[in-house]
């Protein structure tokens, strides 16, 4: 993925980060490490971020399936793909909308939007559209979408508060955001996550409820390695 001052890792599946990547940095506490993007920008390097990404050592590949269920898509529905990486969530919720149905891919990332380009069109998914994100924003239309979905993605932010004021602003009034992330929590989780995650999940609801967002309930995948929450934009909020 592109930087996401160039875009978001744009930024969950999924925007990038791969268990075990070698020459993981370690942030100031809080804060993201200013390097955690950089790897996305190398030349030739999105090909072995897709395999990984698309591993079974990769919890959000194995639980795919039940995770796409709990978005509780249905046909004609736009949802955009934020850091959406090898195109993973792409390709199956394009499946979900259908035909008459939106799916935005969005990266920093211009060879994984081509790479997912070219499977969307080896798929006849013509309602999977690229975008190129930023670090500061999706480059989505405003109230475009009804969910923003976001898949170990959220921790690559390198500005979350100008990221979070751009999902607002493509969603449409009463839309949703679905947050999964590494559950980052000392003594339980692993050196990687400990100090590639800057935060926890507690930290992270409360920066998206202080975006605007209001925390609501649905169906969630049964999920251990990382933790699934959702929200909403109020209904009444105007792009």
Known sequence: ?????????ILGATAALALGAAGAQE???????????EQFHKEGAAKGFIERFESHDREVYNKRDEIVAALQ???????????????????????KVGADGKVFAVDVSQEFLAHIAKESEKRGQAQVKTVLGAQNGTNLEPASVDIVFLSDVYHHFEDHEAMLTSIRKALKPG??????????VEGKSSEFVLKHVRAGRDQFRKEIEAAGFDPAEGPKPDLEENFFARFRKPAGEQP
């Open 175 to 184: 839309g949703t955001l679905i947050l999964i992330e590494f559950d980052r």
């Open 27 to 37: 942030a100031p506490e809080g804060k993201v490490d200013p390097k955690i993007n």
């Open 73 to 95: 898509l249905k046909p004609g529905m736009a949802v955009a793909d934020v850091g959406a990486g090898s195109g993973l969530f792409t390709r199956l919720m394009a499946d």
């Open 1 to 9: 993925m592109q930087k996401l001052s160039r875009k978001l890792g």
